[in-house]
C-alpha cells in the first residue's frame, strides 16, 4: 500500500464496511433485536461513503490545472457533507424502528451468535478506524479523519448496544432494547450536525486555527527583530492544503534581488514550520504611506 497517498486507504475502507455490514445485519436477523438493527443500519452509510470517499480523493490529487488553479482539494467535502447526510438519515431511520418497538416490544431470538457477529464487526470498525485516524492526521486528508470519527463512533454505539441487548436478556426487560435504539439515534444525529458543520466550514475557507496561526507568527519573529514588517496576514484551509499570503515590508533601498531573495526565505521557513502551506507574499518599502494602507478588502490580520 502506497502510505504517502490518502487514496490508497479508500479501497482498505470499502473492504472493511462491506465485512461489518454483512457482520452486523447477520446479527440483527438472528436477533431481531432494533438496538441491533440501529448498529446494522449506520453500515450502508459507511460503504457508500467510502466509495465517496475514493471518488474524492482521486478528484483531490489532480494538480492545479487552468479552471482550477488552487487544486482540486475541495472535491474531500463532497465526501465529509455526504457522509454528514446520511449519518442523519440513518438516525431518523432508526428511530421510526425504535418507536415501533417502544410501543410493541418484540422477544429476541439468538443472542449468543448474534452478538458474537457484532462484535466481531465492532473490532474491525476499531482497526479501521485507528489505521485511517493516524493516517488522516499524517496527510491531513479530512476524509480520512472523517470516516476515522465515524468508525469510532461505531465502535462505542456498538459496544453500548451489546451492553444494552445483555442487560435485556439478564433482566428480561424488553422495552431496554428501543430506549437503547433511540439514545443510539441520538448520538448518531449529533455526530451527523458536527460532522457538517466541519464540512460547511472547510467550504467557507475558515482560516488557520489559533496554534497554526501562533507558528507563523513565531517564524515571522526573528524577521521584525531586524526591522522587518509584517501586515495584511490571510490564512485559509482548503482539506489538507493550507494557503497563506501577506504584506513583507522592507527598506526602499533595497534591491528588488534582495528583497526577493527574503521573501523566498520566508516561505520556505513556513513551508518548513507548517507542511503542506502554500504561501504568497507581496513585497513593499516601509517609506511609501500606501504600503500601510494597501491592505486589500476584506479583514486582516496584523503580524504583531
Same mark, same amino acid.
Given at each position: ?7 490508497? #486507504? ?15 445485519? =447477520? ?6 433485536? *432494533? ?20 471518488? +474524492?480523493? &482521486?478528484?483531490? $490529487? ?10 482540486? @482539494?475541495? +472535491?474531500?467535502?463532497?465526501?465529509? /457533507? ?6 442523519? *438519515?440513518?438516525? %431518523?431511520?432508526?428511530?421510526?424502528? $425504535? ?14 451468535? /448474534?452478538?458474537?457477529? @457484532? ?11 485507528? %489505521?485511517?485516524?493516524? +493516517? ?9 479523519? $472523517? ?11 456498538? !459496544? ?15 422495552? !431496554? ?14 455526530? /451527523? ?16 486555527? +489559533? ?11 526573528? #524577521? ?24 513583507? !515590508?522592507?527598506? =526602499? ?35 511609501? !504611506?500606501?504600503?500601510? &494602507? ?8 496584523? *503580524?504583531?
Amino acid at each position: 500500500m502506497n502510505t504517502k497517498s490518502a487514496r490508497s #486507504y479508500a479501497p482498505f475502507s470499502i473492504v472493511a464496511a462491506l465485512a461489518a455490514m454483512a457482520l452486523k445485519f =447477520g446479527a440483527y436477523f438472528l436477533t431481531g433485536s *432494533v438496538g441491533l438493527f440501529s448498529d446494522a443500519a449506520e453500515s450502508p452509510v459507511n460503504l457508500i461513503t467510502a466509495l465517496v470517499a475514493f471518488w +474524492a480523493l &482521486t478528484l483531490a $490529487a489532480k494538480p492545479p490545472d487552468v479552471e482550477h488553479n488552487f487544486g482540486h @482539494s475541495k +472535491a474531500e467535502y463532497f465526501s465529509s /457533507g455526504l457522509e454528514g447526510a446520511l449519518i442523519l *438519515v440513518a438516525a %431518523v431511520a432508526i428511530a421510526v424502528e $425504535a418507536s415501533q418497538h417502544l410501543v410493541h416490544p418484540q422477544p429476541l431470538g439468538q443472542l449468543g451468535l /448474534g452478538l458474537g457477529l @457484532s462484535l466481531i464487526a465492532t473490532g474491525i470498525n476499531g482497526g479501521v478506524g485507528l %489505521v485511517l485516524l493516524r +493516517a488522516g492526521r499524517r496527510l491531513r486528508s479530512v476524509v480520512l479523519r $472523517a470516516d476515522a470519527q465515524h468508525l469510532f463512533t461505531d465502535v462505542w454505539i456498538s !459496544l453500548g448496544i451489546l451492553l444494552g441487548v445483555l442487560l435485556v436478556k439478564l433482566t428480561g426487560a424488553l422495552i !431496554l432494547d428501543p430506549i437503547i435504539a433511540l439514545l443510539v439515534a441520538a448520538y448518531i444525529l449529533w455526530t /451527523g450536525v458536527l460532522l457538517l458543520r466541519e464540512t460547511a466550514l472547510g467550504l467557507m475557507d475558515t482560516a488557520l486555527p +489559533a496554534a497554526q496561526l501562533q507558528i507563523i507568527t513565531d517564524v515571522l519573529a526573528p #524577521y521584525q527583530q531586524q526591522g522587518i514588517q509584517f501586515h495584511a496576514l490571510r490564512t485559509r484551509v482548503a482539506a489538507s492544503h493550507q494557503f497563506v499570503s501577506f504584506h513583507v !515590508l522592507v527598506p =526602499g533601498a533595497w534591491t528588488v534581488q534582495h528583497g526577493h531573495a527574503l521573501c523566498e526565505e520566508i516561505e520556505l521557513a513556513i513551508a518548513k514550520a507548517l507542511p503542506g502551506t502554500h504561501t504568497v507574499t507581496h513585497l513593499e518599502p516601509l517609506e511609501e !504611506l500606501s504600503s500601510w &494602507t494597501d491592505q486589500g478588502l476584506g479583514r486582516a490580520t496584523d *503580524v504583531e
